[in-house]
Nanobody
Framework: VQLQASGGGLVQAGESLRLSCAAS????????MGWFRQAPGKEREPVAS???????NYTESVQGRFTISRDNVRRSVWLQMNSLKPEDTAVYYC???????????????WGRGTQVTVSS
């Protein structure tokens, strides 16, 4: 499985970014997908999930600001991030979810993340 996140950058608080994740090496349409992030000095944490049936789930801190979506034909998942805050600063990763999607369980292997920096 190869997962490559892109689209990060440096923005000011209140602005928006759209992250992309391209997946290869898997039958993408069969898997639930998630976005995660890791801030400096902190553990990686879940952000949002989307099931094969396009059901979505968000961590409370991003609810109402972030939107996860996917396209099974393009084998891609996106994270639209609006009203960004300095506390959203982190490296963002996508991954395949195993088991119950709300548990955000993964196989522990991570692809390339993308840096998001939000200045105040």
């Amino acid at each position: 499985v190869q997962l490559q996140a892109s689209g990060g950058g440096l923005v000011q608080a209140g602005e928006s970014l759209r992250l992309s994740c391209a997946a290869s090496g898997i039958n993408f349409r069969l898997y639930d997908m998630g976005w995660f992030r890791q801030a400096p000095g902190k553990e990686r944490e879940p952000v949002a999930s989307i099931t094969r049936e396009h059901s979505t789930n968000y961590t409370e801190s991003v609810q109402g600001r972030f939107t996860i979506s996917r396209d099974n034909v393009r084998r891609s998942v996106w994270l639209q991030m609006n009203s960004l805050k300095p506390e959203d600063t982190a490296v963002y990763y996508c991954n395949v979810l195993l088991g119950e999607p709300s548990m955000f369980a993964t196989n522990g292997r991570w692809g390339r993340g993308t840096q998001v920096t939000v200045s105040s």
